[in-house]
């Protein structure tokens, strides 16, 4: 059975509903159906699917066409369902990453007829799991014209209902430290690598990571050993202490440049590069209009989110969605209602 | 049924017996059979049974009494059995730790009636595994008169079928550098517990352990990094990391000045001893005529024995054992003909 999604109802109210339907990620068919049904009754739209994602486009032949993107799944639920309204705030599994914001996509995407600019809102499912599975991904590989003809997206990413520009991107490394084995009782015939790997963290905490401004936007580097792992036995002198990094780099730098960088401050060592994403330049030239429409002094985006993809699909984008980011993730989380109506105001305003 | 052990047999054929045998720490029940079923048969000997370990006795009242002691279990098997002899040595899974030294043991139980001093032998299970099963240790605690008596013990250790005398004491611990969670992105609002603890590796890398005579024998000491964990997630500033640390100490010290030995190195990190046992003093003054009588200059052992366990009985012990002791454990053991022989003649005069 689908559930049903009432659109019309207020932002509060329908951002309680969609929390009160969980969809940690892997499990949003039940949402996506629900969506799906809510926005196919709609007939100014034309309504796709992939997969859990859903997709829904005005079709009015606008010069301009923007994209509004949400992700429809959640981390796994932390005691925090059903939701629940208290201090000005909507609280529960969801609420500030991102149901909130979905709910005001989906309250433009209802109420908005005859927007003065055509509009794509995605619905999309994954985006808190491994990038594989990603469904924004997964649209851009099976039906990339659903999403290219945007000539830029706006992502409902938690930014306390204001402007985040353009992302950082992430690289992880292991740098891999190499010693000698031997019993503890004759440790002086082996080198011990974990304390050969002191030279590494100590270049990690000297290392000052790098300002960089773009557009006027202040992109602050971060380079961090997320894990020391070394250990053969109690007794046994290891051979090996493998220090894992976590660099962000500004949007500035392309992935082979942060792959350089990174590796140019390991020299003596093997660097075996795990991970690297792109991060996505804050384009101010092409969403400074709609920031400035939105009434937001864009900042520079210190996570990495999907504006990448959608950088990397030509489209420029900017992260702009009710709730405080670091909240994110956490049981805690809850989106103010303020930010909730002002998101959906602001951009009403900006289509109609 | 019991397996017959011929103890009969040249020193050679008894250690491939007791190979073909197998008795993996746990299992020794059939071989311990075996053992006790072959001394039973003598009538020069009382014979008792602990758990899986099997104690003989002469009692013809000297003034001395020896104690000989070697353990029947093995480490598992590494596809090294069954026994070969090839190239002077006997080959398979325990030939050198230390099933060639058990042979020695029994030959001499059966061959000598009548000893210049009265001999305790101990044939005892779980050498190989958690200091609570030992079986040297349950005799100790069971019937600690089995033990007590003795003026010295010959542990049959693998020594290269030199003496080697006392041995280090153990000490673990973890030594605690806390730190503050971030996100990776907003990598300064963190303490990077990782980087913070190439300080702790670094003082381990500089540290110059002591070499501590006693009795003319040296007793070096060691301080190694075993184990360095930290990391929370890939994208999380890590707020712990921790350090553990094996210390190898001369028997000079006591387990209370080992660690506040330790303790004092770092004086500024949270210090948790996990494990500390006593090494044993080499008592040259009570060995050193066995070590003569048996031809070999003492040496310092530098690994942890069941000697400490002696030493804690009161009882002064030395390693003496047929098998180079770097091979222990390894698949490839063996033990060289010539070393069984000479255990087994030195141990033959110095008793008759």
Redesign the interface.
């Known amino acids: 059975m689908t559930h049903s999604l009432d659109l019309t109802a207020g932002v509060v109210t329908l951002t309680r509903a969609l929390i009160d339907l969980p969809s940690e990620s892997g499990r949003e068919a039940e949402l996506a159906d629900a969506v799906e049904a809510a926005l196919r009754a709609l007939p100014h739209l034309t309504v796709g699917r992939v997969g859990n994602s859903v997709v829904a486009r005005t079709g009015l032949g606008r010069p301009e066409r923007a994209l509004i993107a949400g992700h429809l799944d959640t981390v796994p639920a932390a005691g925090n369902l059903p939701s629940r309204l208290a201090d000005g705030s909507v609280h529960g599994l969801g609420a500030c990453d991102m149901k909130g914001g979905v709910a005001v996509a989906l309250r433009l995407a209802a109420g908005i007829l005859e927007p003065v600019r055509d509009v794509t809102y995605v619905f999309y499912e994954c985006e808190e799991v491994e990038g594989d599975r990603n469904g924004l991904a997964r649209i851009g590989a099976e039906r990339p014209a659903l999403l290219a003809d945007a000539g830029l997206a706006i992502l409902m990413e938690p930014s306390d209902a204001g402007v985040e520009a353009g992302c950082?991107g992430?690289l992880?490394a292991d740098i891999v430290v190499e010693g000698a084995r031997a019993?503890?009782?004759?440790?002086?015939q082996g080198v011990?690598a974990?304390?050969?790997?002191?030279?590494?963290?100590?270049r990690?905490?000297d290392h000052t990571?790098e300002r960089v401004v773009i557009d006027g936007l202040e992109y602050?580097e971060?380079?961090?050993?997320?894990?020391?792992?070394?250990?053969?036995?109690?007794?046994?002198?290891?051979d090996e202490?493998v220090?894992?990094v976590?660099c962000?780099f500004a949007p500035s730098r392309s992935v082979e440049e942060a792959e350089a960088y990174v590796r140019g401050l390991f020299p003596e060592y093997e660097v075996r590069v795990t991970e690297v994403v792109p991060g996505a330049p804050p384009h101010l030239d092409r969403i400074g209009g709609l920031a400035r429409a939105l009434g937001a002094e864009p900042r520079a985006k210190?996570?990495?989110t999907d504006v990448a993809r959608f950088a990397a699909l030509g489209v420029p984008a900017l992260n702009y969605g009710p709730g405080d980011p670091?909240l994110a993730h956490t049981a805690g989380e809850h989106v103010p209602v303020e930010h909730l109506e002002r998101c959906e105001s602001r951009l009403r305003a900006w289509l109609s």
């Open positions: 950082q992430t992880t019993h503890t009782a004759r440790a002086w011990n974990a304390h050969k790997a002191a030279r590494v963290l100590q990690l905490d990571p602050r971060g380079l961090s050993a997320v894990a020391v792992r070394a250990g053969v036995a109690g007794n046994v002198v290891p202490c220090v894992t976590n962000r210190l996570g990495w670091s």
